[in-house]
């Protein structure tokens, strides 16, 4: 096309905005996951670096995917274009992590509590409670 006179090129002007405004909601969204992450760590320290690394990475995803799951269910992601609207999106995406450090912390202590214990002694345990 280039012999008629036609440049089919565009601009990369637009994309390399949109791309730049996608990086920055990207790393919001990434920076208060961490933060929520930390806040929790703050009110129960884990004992081992190996719980802080596992309850770190479950309390980000939590919050990321969390997050993303309740505004994709609630269908309020036109929020994101506002910026009052994105920090309402970034603390629902916040509170969602909270729950995620929960569910690890309790397990990591309900294991230390039962570490005598056999595996197949701790199903049967959760199995009578769940399915009495």
Same mark, same amino acid.
């Given at each position: 096309?280039?012999?008629?006179?036609?440049?089919?090129?565009?601009?990369?002007?637009?994309?390399?905005?949109?791309?730049?405004?996608?990086?920055? %909601?990207? #790393?919001?969204? #990434?920076?208060?996951?961490?933060?929520?992450?930390?806040?929790?760590?703050?009110?129960? !320290?884990? %004992?081992?670096?190996?719980?802080?690394?596992?309850?770190?990475?479950?309390?980000?995803? #939590?919050?990321?995917?969390?997050?993303? #799951?309740?505004?994709?269910?609630?269908? @309020?992601?036109?929020?994101?274009?506002?910026?009052?609207?994105?920090?309402? !999106?970034?603390?629902?995406?916040?509170?969602?992590?909270?729950?995620?450090?929960? @569910?690890?912390?309790?397990?990591?202590?309900?294991?230390?509590?039962? %570490?005598?214990?056999?595996?197949?002694?701790?199903?049967?345990?959760?199995?009578?409670?769940?399915?009495?």
């Amino acid at each position: 096309m280039k012999h008629l006179g036609i440049n089919s090129m565009s601009e990369p002007g637009p994309l390399t905005a949109l791309g730049g405004i996608a990086l920055y %909601k990207l #790393g919001a969204f #990434g920076f208060v996951a961490v933060l929520a992450a930390i806040v929790v760590m703050a009110m129960t !320290l884990p %004992k081992t670096v190996r719980e802080f690394g596992v309850s770190l990475i479950c309390t980000v995803m #939590g919050s990321i995917c969390g997050g993303a #799951g309740v505004v994709s269910y609630l269908g @309020i992601g036109s929020w994101a274009n506002d910026g009052f609207g994105l920090m309402a !999106l970034l603390g629902i995406s916040f509170v969602c992590g909270l729950p995620a450090w929960l @569910i690890i912390r309790t397990g990591f202590i309900y294991a230390e509590l039962r %570490k005598n214990m056999s595996l197949l002694d701790v199903i049967a345990e959760l199995r009578s409670a769940i399915f009495k």
